[in-house]
């Protein structure tokens, strides 16, 4: 393979990523043989695995040489999510205005139960907030 075919893991897009560790997982392909294919490179230098990790389809700690395979890959990275990024500022002003009107009632749902508690226990004359030393 000559020089003009060759690409460094940076310019390979996150869906050549995800599709690269996709075949990877399948076990058709060893990383050395899919490094290959789409940098033409020989060696990937635990990129594969960075990738993994990044996207979610493993989990552990890299020191420890730990890891497992996770069940639903990219389950908590929204940031790769683009419909969500690509909202309009109008709507996402509307959002945080209805975000704050919910997180004002249930404030005052917690002022109203903590009152309801507090005359609770004045009026039965028992204790009925857990105390701090009980097991």
């Given at each position: ?17 995800e ?6 997982l ?6 050395i ?6 940098t ?9 695995l ?11 700690d ?14 908590q ?30 404030q005052l749902?917690v ?7 507090d005359?609770?226990?004045k009026?039965?004359?028992?204790p ?8």
């Open positions: 393979m000559d020089k003009t075919n060759i690409r460094t893991g940076g310019s390979i897009s996150w869906a050549e990523r599709e690269m560790i996709k075949e990877y399948s076990g058709c392909y060893s990383k043989e899919l490094w290959k294919k789409y033409g490179q020989t060696e990937e230098h635990g990129q594969l960075n990738w993994m990790r990044k996207l979610g389809y493993i989990q552990g890299p020191k420890l040489k730990q890891t497992k395979l996770v069940s639903s890959p990219r389950q990275f929204t940031i790769l999510d683009k419909p969500e990024n690509d909202k309009d500022p109008v709507e996402l002003q509307k959002k945080i205005k209805e975000l704050e009107k919910q997180l004002e009632v249930a749902k002022e109203g139960y903590e009152l309801m508690i005359i609770a226990e009026e039965l004359k028992i009925i907030r857990k105390k701090s030393d009980t097991k």
